[in-house]
Structures are given as structure tokens and as C-alpha cells.
């Protein structure tokens, strides 16, 4: 695992005291944040916090209305729309496949920021497509109409297309919310080959903060629209940690297989009574849970 | 010039092989890849033989219109006509009478059928059309509001339908705003404003002298009976001046499909690429209905059937304006003949194959919820 990012400003992208939000409602407040250049960032916190509000103002959907965002230096809204889309790819929470479109055809659509009217498909364009499709393992579904596949397959054919746009810089709004456990996995590896292989900076909104500790080298923890605290897994999360940004109390300890933390939530009906737990306390002998949900439980899509 | 992608093509090689030496297999894209050392396009040619197909059939049933009525002229001689060796009576019947009146309605057709083509693509649902949503009813009021008021010729008609269109699809617009813009939202919407606008237009009716009555209340059913030069004027300005736009959005608009997220990911300007389409496709609409009326359905069913033919997820604008033509010079002619020698409005016969249509489609999305 590298170093977490430094916060110098040589990095590509960064956002500067800017001030986010919908109408009349501020969402983020002054927050200053930076993308560290050749990492994996994963944006954590509790529903409503503010990440993917965040995320939005660095792919330059919102605009700030204090503050501002820089990419490579300039202004951000300074920057064209079809010039921000040749740097800095992304993929929202919930993009829509138009019924009956086949895979292949999705994923060329993210060659539109390398197209002009009288320049429709390149050989440029073909071979970024087909790398896409090969990095994500997907050239086999190219020809079948995407609402078809199956979930994790879908969300594959979308990375790929944001990976045809072939940008150094990949920002992923949830990619696995609605994913089954394997599939989550699946997807999380190809965002790392992503970055060890290709060297792209990615910044990814994560719900589940085990698998955003196993595989971003720099964790950003945020609530009510600040960042609570931000760093390498292993340095971030701990108890405390957890508490502040999700009012979870919950057990940190070394996950068996990546050594990085693993959060291990205690819940009212394993709480001892008037014991907080501590970084490393033991809980309790295991009980049955009684059909309670986990902590980061999907099926919250009213989240910004 | 090579052709290097053909969906068709029988190459006999998986399409998943990765690695090795051969030269790779070609993307399944649809269509062909025509490309040269500085320029390329993708062409599908199933769309291409769709729209000739279709483009074929608009000219046999117009020359068959402009042949039978109750004056019938031979083909033979509507053809010399056209080509410019008249007979007496074909002069008149076809030159002044028939010919206007077809060329108005293939080009009301292909305007209707393109801006219904932008619209249920922009709201992602086959009711967002503008003659369901109430666009058609606002340029029809400002239509009706030149002529009994003003008494307009056809010019101050077409700037009274475009301003109408305009003023509906805002009101239609703000109305439906809620952070956004939801589709269902807008479809109900537009739908009362469509009435609250139809209740304008029978007032302006009841208050009115009883020729402009008559003038109007013919022209609200959407009629091609005696259209002339002028009408034809109006269309093809419109669809020389708006087509081609229409034509260059669909890029953006098959981008929009995605999302607007994804399609400002994209590169995509949203803001102004949906200002753009929704003027393209309210000034279409509105000059189709300057020209003809509020000819029922016409927009509504034409992009669906062109999707269908042509097997595309896109919004198929070309196609669409193909169907809306061929659409419209069947109603004509069978609104024409059926009730001989009674000619009825061109729109009584759209009405009849739209409204079971419009008729399935609800009971389809009222089942699936898409509504």
C-alpha cells in the first residue's frame, strides 16, 4: 500500500473552501479537500453527509457557490464541459441504460468527449473501447443488450465505459450499492487494478467502510458535510473514528486478511450496560441477532 | 474509404479473444464504421433502408392522393404534370389544388414526427409527446388568437402558434419543477395545462365573428383541405431551418438518455443542449400545427413506430420524420375518400389510430408503474 496523499497543492484536482448545495440548502460547508495524484480515495460517511454532493462539485455537475474547484490548475468552471470530460471521467450513482442498447454500444458512448461531428468513430476510438471492455472483462458481453445482464455485469459495462473516455482521473459515485457481496469484491478489484495497473487516480463513494479500508490507500470520513478526518486506513479508522462520523460504537480490529481495519459494529443488543468499548476491547460472547440491520444496510438512494 | 465494422458480417471468429496476434475480431457496434484518414461516421443501415422504404412509400400514396378524387386524374398525367407538361384540367386540380395540400402534409407529418421524436426522448416516455402534453394546444391558441383576433394571414398564424408553443411549454416547464424536472410530473402536468388551454381557445371561439369561427374551428380538427402555397412555404421553411438541427442534437440527445449526470460526464453541455432540443422541438411543433392544425396523434405515434422499425435504442429523429409523413398522407387520403364525396379533417383519421394507441400505452404503464 503506498503513502497516503500529501496535502500539497501539485495535485490535479482539489477543491478550495467551497460551499455546496441544493436551493437554499448548504449541504458542505467551507471544506477544503484534495485528490492525492495515483491513489484510490474513498469517500465515507453516514447517509447525507455530503459525498456524493462532493463528488459532484469535483466532476463539475455542481457549482460551488463559495469557493472553488481546481483541476490541472485552472478554474474548473472555467474549463469546457467537453475539455473537463477528456481529463476526468465519472460514473453517478444511478445512470440510466436506454432500453435495448447492447453493451458495446454503451461503452463507445463514452468515447463522446474524443468525438467531433465529422470525427464519429476513430480507430482511436475503437481501440479505446476495446480496452475498456477488456480491462473490465466484459468483451464478452459487448453484443448483449445491458438490461439483460445481471447486476454486477451491468456495473461493469458502465465502469467501462468511463474507462473508454480514458481519463487519468475516475470519480465512481457508489459503485457497489446495489451489489450482492461477490459482486461488490469484483468490482472493488477492478477499481484497484485500475490504479495499480494503469496508474489512474480514483476517488470512489463507499458505504461500506471494511472494504473502503481494504482497498483505498486514503480514506476521507465525513459528516454533516465537513471532513472529519482524512489519511491511510490503518492510520484513520479507528473506534473514535467510527463513533464521531457515524455514532457507531464498534470494535476495530486488524482484518484477518489485508491487515487494514475491520470495523466490527456492536449494536444495542450486544451493548454492555453502561461500558463504552474501547479500541480492542473484546465484545461479548456472540448472540443471536434478531433481524436487525447492519450498519451500512442499502436500499438508501435518497443519499447525497 | 473502408468499411471496417459490420454487425452483420459473417466473420465466423468469437468476438472475446484478448491477446494473440490475429488481428482482434471487430466490435459488435451497430452499424458500419465508414471512415476515411480524416473523418469518420457510423452509418446503420437498417436505418438507411428503413427511411428509403419509407421515403418511397410517401411518394406512391401522394401520387396516388394527388390521382384520385372526384376529379381522377390519371398517374400518367400527375406525373407529366409534375414534371411540367400539364393538361388543362391537371394544371389546375393538381398544381393549385392537390399538389399544396400533399406537400403541406408530408412536411406537417415529418415536423410532428421529429418534434415528437426530441420530446419523448428528453422525457423518456412516449406520453411526453407535445401533441399529449399540451404544446400542440398552446400554438394552437396562439393560432386561434391571430385569427379571430387579429384575422392574420398564414405568417401572422405560424409567429402566433410558435409564441403560443413557446409560452406553453414554460408554463408547462415551471409548473412541473420540483427540483427537477420528473417525467411523470411533466406528463400530468402538460395534460391539464392542455385542457386549461382548450378551455381558453372554445372561449375565444364563442366570442368571436361567425367566419372566423368556421375558419377556425376547421382548422382545430387539423385539416390539409384547401392548403395552399402558402402553407407550404411555412413548412418548408421550418424544416429547412429546424431539421437540420433537429438532425445534429440527436447526438447530444442519445447522450442525455444516459442521464444528465452521466451526460455531463460526458462532455456533455446539459443545460444548453435541452434548450436547444426543446426549442428545436416546440418551433417544429408549432409550425406543423400553423400549417395544419393540431393534427391529432401525428407526433405521438410517429417515433415509436420508426423505433421499432429501425430496431434502435436512440431517438431515431430521422426516422420519425419519415413515419410522421407517410403517417399523414395516409390519414389525408383515407379522410379524403372513405366518407367520398365528403372530405373529413385529416385529423378525425390520426385520431383514430392514435387514440387506441395512446389508449394501450396507458393501460401498459399503468400496469408496469412507469407512470
Known sequence: ?304 | MTVVSDRTAVEGRPVATGGGTSPPAPLPLRGRVVRTRSWSFRVDPRAVTVCTVLAVSVVAVGLWSISVGDFPIPLVDVVATLLGNPTEESEFIVGTLRLPRMLVGIGVGAAFGMSGAIFQSLVRNPLGSPDIIGFTAGSALGAVTMIVVVDATAVGVSVGAVLGGLVTALAVYLLAWKRGVQAYRLVLVGIGIGFFVGAVIDYLITRAEINDVQRAAVWLTGSLNGRSWDEVRIVAVALAVLGPIAVLMQRQLDRLDLGDDTAAGLGVNVGRAKLVLVLTGVALAALGVAAAGPVAFVAFVSAPIARRLVNSPGACIVPAAFVGALVTVIADLAARRVLAPTELPVGIMTALIGAPYLLWLLTRQARTGAL
Open chain 1, 1 to 304: 500500500m503506498r503513502s497516503p496523499g500529501s496535502n500539497v497543492d501539485d495535485n490535479r484536482l482539489r477543491a478550495e473552501r467551497v460551499t455546496l448545495g441544493y436551493d437554499r440548502l448548504t449541504v458542505v460547508d467551507q471544506l477544503d479537500f484534495t485528490v492525492p495524484d495515483g491513489e484510490i480515495t474513498a469517500i465515507i460517511g453516514p447517509n447525507a453527509c455530503g459525498k456524493s454532493t462532493l463528488l459532484k462539485a469535483l466532476a463539475r455537475l455542481l457549482r460551488s457557490s463559495d469557493g472553488q474547484v481546481v483541476l490541472d490548475g485552472e478554474l474548473i468552471h472555467r474549463v469546457p464541459t467537453k475539455e473537463v470530460a477528456r481529463r476526468l471521467g465519472l460514473l453517478p450513482q444511478t445512470p440510466i441504460a436506454p432500453p435495448g442498447i447492447l453493451a458495446v454500444d454503451l461503452v463507445a458512448r463514452g468515447r463522446t468527449p474524443h468525438q467531433r461531428l465529422f470525427q464519429q468513430w476513430s480507430e482511436d476510438d475503437e481501440r479505446a473501447v476495446r480496452a475498456a471492455l477488456e480491462a473490465t472483462d466484459t468483451t464478452d458481453l459487448a453484443d448483449r443488450p445491458v438490461d439483460q445482464l445481471s447486476g454486477g455485469q451491468r456495473q461493469r459495462v458502465w465502469i467501462a465505459m468511463a474507462l473508454a473516455q480514458e481519463t487519468d482521473l475516475l470519480l465512481l459515485d457508489e459503485p457497489t450499492t446495489f451489489l450482492d457481496i461477490a459482486h461488490q469484491i469484483d468490482v472493488l478489484d477492478l477499481v484497484l487494478r485500475l490504479n495499480c495497473e494503469g496508474g489512474r487516480t480514483v476517488v470512489v463513494v463507499l458505504h461500506d467502510l471494511n472494504l473502503a479500508c481494504r482497498y483505498a490507500s486514503h480514506v476521507v470520513a465525513m459528516r454533516d458535510g465537513r471532513i472529519v478526518t482524512a489519511g491511510a486506513p490503518t492510520d484513520v479508522i479507528d473506534a473514535a473514528t467510527v463513533g464521531e462520523v457515524f455514532g457507531l460504537d464498534a470494535v476495530v480490529i486488524a482484518d484477518p486478511v489485508s491487515s487494514t481495519p475491520l470495523v466490527v459494529p456492536i449494536g444495542s443488543h450486544h451493548r454492555r450496560t453502561g461500558d463504552s468499548p474501547s479500541p480492542g476491547s473484546t465484545p461479548r460472547a456472540i448472540q443471536r441477532p434478531r433481524g436487525r440491520r447492519g450498519p451500512d444496510a442499502p436500499g438508501d438512494r435518497s443519499d447525497r
